[in-house]
Structure formats: C-alpha cells, structure tokens
T-cell receptor
C-alpha cells in the first residue's frame, strides 16, 4: 500500500514531441506528489510537485496531471528537448513525515 | 547555493569490512536522509534523522546504521559489508519534513 508504481521504465521521444510518464499509488493518505529529475552523475533534483487539491500544475514545458479518483498522476513534457534526457522519478508522501516513497524511475531519451 | 556533499564518489570494499559513508550539508537543514538507488527499484529510504542524535528507520534499514553527532553531518554505516549492498547511495537534506529534499551526487559502492 506504500508503493508508487511508475511506467514506462524507459522512453524514447523525438525532439519536439511529448513525453508522458505515469505513476499510480494505493495509499489515499498521500498528499504530496513531487517529480524529481536526475542527470547522469548527479543526484535527483526537484522538478515540479503537486498536492491533490488541484488537478493540474504547469511550469514551463512541464505539467503534472493528477487524477485523485483513479489514484494516478503523470508528468507531461511538451516540446521535449535533448537536454531533457534524464531519469525521472515520481514520489509521494503524506503529512509531515518527510518520507518520500519513490517510483521505479523512467529513463527518458530525447533524440535530436 | 544549496549544497549536499558526499565524501566519496566511488568506493570499493571487501565483504565483511566496516564501511562509512559521509554526508555534509551546508544549509542548516534539520532533516537528513539516506537512500539507496538500484535499477528498476527507484530510491529506497534506509534511515533518516530529524535532529542531532535522532534517527528513524526507513524502509530498508537492515544491515545499516547511522550517526548524527552534528547537525550538518549524517553518516551511514555498513557494519559488515555484503555483496548485496553494492549500490548507489544518495544523501539528502531538507529544512523541514514538508520541504524539498536536496540530494548529493551519490556514492557508488562496490562490495567484492
């Protein structure tokens, strides 16, 4: 019940295309859903995050869509660029525990 | 600028050795975390600490211990390293439990 399931494991997109990564969770107590981006040789860094009181959050080319009833959330990268090539992790937490439950990760490759 | 520094990028140890992984943050953050990252499994929380000398088990604490004698430093200890502890280890810190976690670049540990 603590798991966050992420798909796909890997994704190849052409430059200018839309990249979509999906996550699903079971624990309805989760109330914070961040996405982290990790480049090779670096630690993950927060990309964008959402709370369940909104269905969508957009920051530049990155959008989180949140479906509370389906217990799913997704990351959309519009106009994908080769510089977006990285590993993306969704995560979830609840309350003020600070504990993040991470998804399995998606390796994105954007081809020029 | 936010900085979490892990003392080693790469470590090679022998089975049975005692291993220390060090993490230092310069942001005066209250909370510090240790994760391990494995392909297909995402990031899994080993231990975390909300304050000096305080620690709490994460999801996979077996075979590990931690030490936090000073606010800025959080050490992960492998009492007797085993081959199944070969992994990437990531340290993170946050100002409060609800805040963004900032990650170090990671230590890739190989246990032979």
């Amino acid at each position: 019940q603590q798991q966050v399931k992420q798909s796909p494991q890997s994704l190849i997109v052409q430059k200018g295309g839309i990249s979509i990564i999906n996550c699903a969770y079971e624990n309805t107590a989760f109330d914070y859903f961040p996405w982290y981006q990790q480049f090779p040789g670096k630690g993950p860094a927060l990309l964008i995050a959402i709370r369940p009181d909104v269905s969508e959050k957009k920051e530049g080319r990155f959008t989180i869509s949140f479906n509370k009833s389906a217990k799913q959330f997704s990351l959309h990268i519009m106009d994908s660029q080769p510089g977006d090539s990285a590993t993306y992790f969704c995560a979830a937490s609840f309350g003020n525990t600070g504990k993040l439950i991470f998804g399995q990760g998606t390796t994105l490759q954007v081809k020029p | 600028d936010v900085k979490v520094t892990q003392s080693s990028r790469y470590l090679v140890k022998r089975t049975g050795e005692k291993v220390f992984l060090e993490c230092v943050q310069d942001m005066d953050h209250e909370n510090m975390f240790w994760y391990r990252q494995d392909p297909g499994l995402g990031l899994r929380l080993i231990y975390f600490s909300y304050d000096v000398k305080m620690k709490e088990k994460g999801d996979i604490p077996e075979g590990y211990s931690v030490s936090r004698e000073k606010k800025e430093r959080f050490s992960l200890i492998l009492e007797s390293a085993s081959t199944n502890q070969t992994s990437m280890y990531l340290c993170a810190s946050s100002l409060t439990p609800e805040n963004i976690q900032y990650f170090g670049a990671g230590t890739r540990l190989s246990v032979l």
